[in-house]
């Protein structure tokens, strides 16, 4: 039986993945036996961690002139990953599913369809953990940079330890709430354990202002951008997260929480969650979201992935236009863009390793996209050229 190549891919994917079945095995055998070719081109990803290299395409997608595409681009380290879907001008929807594989190891700039990313300064690198605390006398310290042991007013001891900032329960502490916050900017991101126990990731460019001890009936915090908490859990003292007027309210569960934009959006993992507006509230059960917008909640079924991407350390794009994608990257990378040219009907989804250099993902980018979008890199400028398609 002769297979198309579309056919084919898969096999390929699940084979350097270790999951292929045995009757996909005998499909895979027979087709690499039909020529050498197929050999060396299977032998070439010897050398890479897990690669999936899987092309799938819909209806109107010239798979052959796709499929020499990726033969010509052997990466040899699975570093990124990234599907892109386009859009067509005459509505007609193209999905194309691409593997990519770049060198961990290689500062070179490959060429990506004959045309490289022009980089006038060193290269972007990604985000790292840093942040600041403020202590409740003002004092401001720079985490991720060496300093003794210290402690707050009431005795409460603050220690920064690889990325996590922790503060000890301290029985024996001033029964008033004594607070400090943490702030995290771009292209930084923080884990802070709290005197409960609580654990919370916080994402770039935002603020966290919590009690170094949990005085009274409940534990109050309050948020600014986006953070991923594990609530210890308490039954006698809900935990609660302030945002901008509106709240979540939960007893000991897992959830992300998103007021980058002018809604919240609150995505639940594990446990239950009360999510108020002030007015009103929903109840959320683990995999679905709530947004509140113009005090109105919306509860849905949530993409757990891409709520929690970025505390597993990747991107995720769905169906995201190029300026959503270019709002994520400057978050992490922390840089201003330009645009030039009539923005192409052109949308992404998929995963990047937020480990990536910016020279890596707008590589990948640029790829994908056709030479439709054309990216240029002067110190922590990114200028975004839209080309006529």
Do not use: C
């Not at 709290?194 to 990731?201: R, S």
């Amino acid at each position: 039986m002769e297979l198309n190549n579309s056919e084919i891919a898969p096999l390929i994917g699940k084979y350097l993945q270790n999951t292929i079945s045995v009757d996909e095995m005998r499909i895979l055998k027979n087709w690499l036996e039909e020529n050498e070719e197929h050999k060396r081109f299977l032998e070439s990803f010897n050398d890479t961690d897990l690669v999936n290299d899987e092309i799938t395409f819909l209806e109107h997608l010239d798979v052959e002139a796709a499929w020499q595409k990726i033969k010509k681009r052997k990466y040899r380290k699975a570093a990124v990953k990234i599907w892109m879907k386009l859009a067509v001008a005459s509505a007609a929807i193209i999905l194309l599913t691409l593997g990519f594989f770049l060198s961990e190891k290689s500062s070179e700039m490959r060429e990506v369809n004959k045309q490289k990313i022009s980089l006038e300064g060193k290269d972007i690198l990604p985000g790292d953990q840093r942040a600041k605390i403020i202590l409740s006398d003002g004092t401001m310290l720079d985490l991720g940079k060496p300093f003794k042991q210290i402690k707050e007013q009431d005795g409460t001891e603050i220690q920064d330890l690889r990325g996590t900032v922790n503060y000890a329960q301290n029985r024996n502490s001033i029964k008033r709430l004594i607070f400090n916050t943490l702030k995290v900017p771009k292209a930084g991101t923080y884990q802070l354990t709290l005197p409960d126990g609580t654990k919370v990731w916080v994402n770039a460019m935002s603020t966290l202002r919590f009690p170094v001890q949990f005085v009274g009936e409940e534990r109050r915090v309050y948020l600014e951008g986006e953070a991923y908490f594990e609530v210890a859990k308490d039954y006698t003292k809900p935990f609660v997260v302030e945002i901008a007027g509106s709240q979540i309210e939960v007893l000991g569960t897992q959830f992300n929480v998103s007021t980058y934009h002018s809604d919240m959006t609150t995505t639940l993992v594990e446990g239950m969650v009360k999510v108020s507006n002030g007015e009103k509230f929903k109840l959320l059960k683990p995999g679905q979201e709530a947004k509140i917008h113009q005090k109105q909640i919306a509860v849905t079924s949530a993409n757990l992935a891409k709520a929690i991407a970025w505390k597993e350390g990747d991107f995720y794009f769905e169906k995201d236009d190029i300026m959503d994608v270019m709002q994520q990257l400057q978050r992490w990378y922390d840089f201003k863009v330009e645009y030039k040219g009539t923005k192409p009907n052109q949308l992404f989804s998929g995963t990047i390793s937020r480990n990536s250099r910016l020279s890596e993902v707008l590589d990948m980018l640029n790829f994908v996209s056709d030479n439709t979008t054309k990216f240029e890199v002067e110190d922590y400028q990114v200028k975004i050229i839209f080309n006529k398609q």
